[in-house]
């Protein structure tokens, strides 16, 4: 009884941190027009700012450069990941892939939603004898070269 009752109550701490991060995150990221009013919700070290919801699990992206990058361009994860309230409500952790996904042949296509594609030199192409994606050169962001 007392196990199914330290169960419950893990559960319970667990989805209320994460849905209490999740409103925030939503109402960030479905209003794209919103201008940051003074709020802090971009300022990279805000612990409550507009990715809060991922850092709870990805605390190692809060200093990766690249999702640093995209917050100061008020770009937060949710742009190009989706809301992902599944993956961030699972009580399986992981187990539940977020909206929106990356294969290393994908990140190209989706950067380049963005930016500007730019020459690759053959010393780039020469390093890992594979054609380079952005993430290769711009933060990896968990993205394995195979």
């Known amino acids: 009884m007392a196990k199914e009752l330290g169960e419950s109550m893990r559960f319970a701490v667990i989805f209320v ?27 990279e070290s ?10 709870v699990c990805h605390m190692t992206f809060i200093q990766e450069e690249i999702s ?7 770009v937060p994860c949710t742009r190009c990941h989706g809301l992902s309230a599944g993956h961030a ?18 990140v190209d296509a989706m950067c ?7 020459d690759i030199t053959d010393e780039m192409t020469a390093k890992d004898k594979i054609q380079p994606v952005c993430t290769d050169c711009h933060g990896n962001h968990k993205i394995k070269k195979l």
């Open 112 to 118: 380049v939603e963005c930016h500007q594609r730019h």
């Open 89 to 106: 409500n699972d009580e399986d952790i992981g187990a539940t892939p977020p909206d929106v996904s990356f294969v290393r042949d994908q």
């Open 17 to 43: 941190a994460i849905a209490g991060f999740i409103l925030p995150v939503f109402l960030c990221s479905c209003n794209r027009g919103a201008s940051d009013s003074g709020s802090g919700q971009f300022d």
């Open 46 to 55: 805000n612990p409550m700012g507009a990715n809060a919801a991922c850092y």
């Open 68 to 74: 640093k990058a995209h917050l100061r361009a008020k």
